[in-house]
C-alpha cells in the first residue's frame, strides 16, 4: 500500500469516526433533559469539527488527488471517481453551510437555555435543523466511500 493510499484511507476513517462518534453524542444530548449537556456537546462539536473534520478533509483531497493523478483518472469525469468527489464536495458544502452556522447557533441558544434554566425553542428548532443537515452531510461521504471501494462501471 503506498503512502498516499494510507493516507487517503486513514482520512475517511478520521472523517467517518468522527461523523459517528458527533452522531451518538448527539442523539445521547438530544434524549437528555440536562442542559448542560446539550450546551457542552454544541461546543465539542465545534471542537471535534477543528481537531478531525478539517484534517481529515485536507488528507481526503490531497491524497485523492495525486491517487487519482497517478492512476491517470479524472475526479471531474462521469464516473464513479467523479461522482464520488461530487458527494464528498457536497457534504463539504452542507457543513459549511448549513452545520457550521448551525453549531454556532446551537451555543448560542444552548448558553440561553442554560442561563434561562429550561430549553428554548429556538435551541429546540436549530438543534432539529441540525440533525437534518447533519444526517445528509454523514450520508454523502458514506455513498462516496461505497462508490470508491465499489468503482462500479457507469
Known sequence: MSLWLFIHVLGVVFLLGNAFTVTFWKVRSDYSE???LKLQTAKNIM???YIFT???IVMILASGH???HNAGYSVFSWSWLGISY???ILSGVIWIVALLPLQ???IKHGKQSCEQQTLTPEFERVSH????YGVLATVTPIA???LMVWKPEL
Do not use: T, Y
Request: glycine letters at 4%; charged letters at 10%; hydrophobic letters at 70%.
Open 144 to 146: 462516496a466511500m461505497i
Open 129 to 132: 435543523r441540525w440533525n437534518i
Open 104 to 106: 454556532m447557533a446551537m
Open 34 to 36: 440536562d442542559l448542560s
Open 86 to 88: 461530487g458527494l464528498f
Open 54 to 56: 478539517l484534517p481529515s
Open 66 to 68: 495525486v491517487l487519482a
Open 47 to 49: 471542537v471535534l469539527d
